[in-house]
């Protein structure tokens, strides 16, 4: 055979290699991704809108006039409290850790909130608005990271400190007023662009404000005004959160993460920054869908059981938040149905699987709210326990609140997560057992006395 020949044969030599090699690129490429068209995440996309979740995050987007807005001022607060940290670092660690001790004397924490008058000023300013957007684009994905959350914790945390500080000077009225500027913070962050962080955000605030409230209602005692007081408080609190419109704003971020991982930089930054379960101090472990998270079909992989699984959710979860009970039944139904992960999805079925135990915080702020309420109303009226027939029921059993005279005042629950009535004995923290306590005197012995104001007897003057 001549040049030619053997020229013309060399294709043919290495056919069988191309054809295997195509076999096998075709074999692994319907599992990573290679043989998932783009079709079928649209009409997934088609379905979900159909049920009311637009198909583009850009829709979900809300818009806020500037002088509705507290965004500004509370930007204005945070930069003030910035200047502040820079300042006088030791009145910020104070007034930031919100103990009355020998260390830090009631003289010493006047004075140390004299110099953030400024700041309570700004803040007043915030709560005076009616809306709150601080612009987080849902077209930017689960990149965004929403600084303003921790500085609005903060906040909560020095008001609800200073309301403390009232009581010491047995001034309540300005305690209660300080409570309820405080709870402008949670109730406008339930209107920012609804997300799954920023509905556990509120929640937190919510609950370290009640648990404020009842510290200041205790400490004060049975007077007929207590359950107008805690109303007041508790009305300013707003709406209780709603789980629903988080999942759907957590769907249009899902469809803004689709979108930035498909531009290089965004997706080595989003690589970067995740730790994909991992310590967050330990070297970044690169898991398996982050091998091939650059190739379309793959992401559209990835996507598919994601808009199905936010779909179905926004479908089951009432529209009424506080139809909690419901809710409850979603989250167990939720974790056995995702209880196990499978690979090329599982970094998806672990934020499914997240989903299901934000659940359990809403069910407790509903609980905690209620409790606050039969508190209010119990310190309100002389002796015994009363639990009103019309009045909301247990989340967690869809029975009554329980109950219980004390020796020296009485105790109201909830029976929590377990379901189970434990007569009223408090659960400790990460311990399922247990119940959510309210009662006079304060349930927790060592911060009631540590302010060093000891609760009033029962029938004593306000």
Not at 29 to 50: D, K, Q
Not at 286 to 293: G, Q, R, T, V
Not at 367 to 396: C, H, Q, T, W
Request: aromatic share 10%; net charge neutral.
């Amino acid at each position: 055979m001549g040049p030619a020949g053997r020229e013309m044969a060399k294709p043919r030599k290495y056919w069988f290699w191309g054809v295997g090699a195509t076999i096998t690129l075709c074999g692994i490429g319907g599992y990573s991704g290679f043989g998932i068209p783009e079709s079928e995440y649209n009409r997934e996309l088609e379905r979900a809108e159909a049920d009311g979740l637009p198909s583009k995050s850009e829709r979900y987007q809300r818009v806020v006039a500037d002088r509705d807005n507290a965004a500004q001022a509370y930007r204005e607060a945070i930069s003030a409290w910035d200047r502040f940290n820079e300042t006088d670092l030791d009145a910020v660690h104070s007034l930031s850790e919100g103990l009355v001790t020998i260390g830090y004397p009631l003289e010493a924490a006047e004075r140390d909130f004299a110099k953030v008058q400024h700041i309570l000023h700004k803040l007043d300013e915030a709560a005076a608005k009616p809306s709150l957007c601080f612009d987080h684009r849902y077209a930017d994905g689960g990149m965004e990271i929403f600084t303003e959350f921790s500085d609005l914790k903060q906040f909560v945390k020095l008001r609800t400190f200073r309301a403390r500080i009232l009581v010491q000077r047995r001034n309540f009225a300005a305690a209660y007023r300080e409570l309820e500027k405080c709870a402008a913070i949670p109730r406008q962050l339930g209107q920012e662009n609804p997300s799954l962080i920023t509905l556990l955000v509120q929640i937190a605030l919510r609950s370290i404000i009640l648990r404020s409230l009842e510290q200041t209602l205790c400490l004060q005692g049975p007077n007929p005004a207590a359950a107008t007081n805690g109303d007041r408080v508790i009305n300013a609190l707003g709406a209780t959160p709603n789980y629903r419109e988080a999942i759907r704003g957590e769907y249009a971020l899902a469809l803004g993460t689709l979108a930035q991982l498909g531009d290089p930089k965004k997706r080595n930054e989003f690589i970067s920054s995740s730790t994909m379960g991992d310590e967050i101090d330990a070297p970044h472990q690169m898991a398996s869908e982050e091998y091939f998270i650059g190739l379309p079909s793959f992401r559209y992989q990835m996507m598919v059981p994601v808009v199905r699984f936010y779909r179905t959710a926004y479908r089951l979860i009432p529209s009424d938040p506080e139809a909690v009970p419901e809710m409850i039944k979603i989250e167990k139904s939720w974790e056995s149905q995702f209880s196990v992960n499978r690979w090329p999805t599982d970094y998806l079925v672990r934020l499914m699987i997240f989903t299901g135990g934000i659940t359990s915080a809403v069910a407790k702020s509903f609980a905690e709210e209620k409790l606050m309420r039969l508190l209010a109303i119990n310190l309100s009226r002389p002796g015994g326990v009363l639990v009103p027939s019309n009045f909301p029921k247990d989340p967690y059993s869809g029975k009554p609140f329980r109950g219980k005279l004390t020796k020296d005042g009485f105790r109201i629950w909830s029976v929590g997560r377990n379901g189970v009535d434990d007569g009223g004995a408090i659960a400790t923290s990460g311990d399922m057992s247990g119940d959510i306590v309210v009662g006079y005197p304060y349930a927790e012995k060592t911060i009631r006395f540590s302010s060093g104001t000891r609760p009033r007897a029962p029938g004593s003057p306000p």
